[in-house]
Nanobody
Framework: VQLQASGGGLVQVGGSLTLRCVAS????????MGWFRQAPTKEREFVAA????????FYSDSLQGRSAISRDDAKNTVYLQMNSLKTEDTAVYYC????????????????WGQGTQVTVSS
């Protein structure tokens, strides 16, 4: 199983980016995928995922209202659109898959992509 994240880059404050994560060599649904991020000197933190109960998307407080996670099963791809970016959104963004516990907890996911750097400049 491999997850390939892309779409990061350098953007100015207030700008937008759409990250993409493509899964290959797997049998799980894209509904079992989510996004985390990790800034320098900080722990990896939850960004967005889908509820296993009803498939609805849910988000961290920091990105609530500024981001949207979506998925395309036909393309084995999950997207994360981020708007109104702030300097504090600067981090490496990771996609993850196959959670077995609390979806907010990085340790619950057993499959990770390599990460894509998002840098927001002022």
């Amino acid at each position: 199983v491999q997850l390939q994240a892309s779409g990061g880059g350098l953007v100015q404050v207030g700008g937008s980016l759409t990250l993409r994560c493509v899964a290959s060599g797997h049998t799980f649904s894209t509904s079992q995928m989510g996004w985390f991020r990790q800034a320098p000197t900080k722990e990896r933190e939850f960004v967005a995922a889908f509820s296993r109960r009803d498939g609805r998307a849910f988000y961290s407080d920091s990105l609530q209202g500024r981001s949207a996670i979506s998925r395309d099963d036909a393309k084995n791809t999950v997207y994360l659109q981020m708007n109104s970016l702030k300097t504090e959104d600067t981090a490496v963004y990771y996609c993850a898959a196959r959670p077995t516990g609390n979806l907010y907890y990085a340790g619950a996911y057993d499959t990770w992509g390599q990460g894509t750097q998002v840098t927001v400049s002022s």
